[in-house]
Structures are given as structure tokens and as C-alpha cells.
């Protein structure tokens, strides 16, 4: 079974840091790009950070930019989200997501892990 499983959300004060990780069961299914996603109290799903491992190109939200860090290791299916800084308005839960080729777009979707920072 395909599986994206995400570790390492909690809670922190605003200004603390956190690091998640995510592994994928297949190298299958991760073989394009991994990102995160983050999705707020009544609030829709919105982009975080993508890496693509033909090139390891990394991109972020304008939100994040600075702050997060997105990277991983390709051989073991696994990426990391370090994330510094951290605001009130980052409290979401965080998904991790999978894209096995170009233009598939993210296919496969981790369970989530609740970030939650305090003011």
C-alpha cells in the first residue's frame, strides 16, 4: 500500500522552530517532486514548499520564503520541512504530498501533522 507518512508537528511559541519529515513507502510514487502543504481552520489547502529531485530545485510560498526550508534525500524517499520563525498564522496541519512524474501533479497525500504555535 502507498503510504506518506509525516512526523514531527507540535506545539511551539511564535518565534520557536520545528522540523518535519515525511517518508514514501515507493520510490514510485515520489520519483518526480515532494512538497508540503498546510491547511488551516476554515481555511483551504494552500501550497508550501516543493522539491523536484531531477534537478533539486525548491520552491516556497511567499508566505514561508525565508523562514521554511524544504529538502530531502532522494535515495531514501524521505523530505524534510525545517521551519524557523515561526507565527501564529502558520498554525495548520501540515500535509506531505507526492507527484511521480511531471505534469501528474501531487497524487499521493500523507495523513497530516498539527503544527500549532502560540502567540
Known amino acids: 500500500q502507498v503510504q506518506l507518512v509525516e512526523s514531527g508537528g507540535g506545539l511551539v511559541q511564535a518565534g520557536g522552530s520545528l522540523r518535519l519529515s515525511c517518508a514514501a513507502s515507493?520510490?514510485?510514487?515520489?520519483?518526480?517532486?515532494m512538497g508540503w502543504f498546510r491547511q488551516a481552520p476554515g481555511k483551504e489547502r494552500e501550497f508550501v514548499a516543493q522539491?523536484?529531485?531531477?534537478?533539486?530545485?525548491?520552491y516556497y510560498d511567499d508566505r514561508v520564503k525565508g523562514r521554511y526550508t524544504i529538502s530531502g534525500d532522494n535515495a531514501k524517499n524521505t523530505v524534510w520541512l525545517q521551519m524557523n520563525s515561526l507565527r501564529p498564522e502558520d498554525t495548520a496541519i501540515y500535509y506531505c504530498?507526492?507527484?511521480?512524474?511531471?505534469?501528474?501533479?501531487?497524487?499521493?497525500w500523507g495523513q497530516g501533522t498539527q503544527v500549532t504555535v502560540s502567540s
Open positions: 504530498a507526492s507527484a511521480p512524474r511531471p505534469g501528474s501533479g501531487y497524487l499521493y
Open positions: 515507493s520510490r514510485t510514487i515520489s520519483e518526480y517532486a
Open positions: 522539491i523536484t529531485w531531477n534537478n533539486g530545485k525548491t
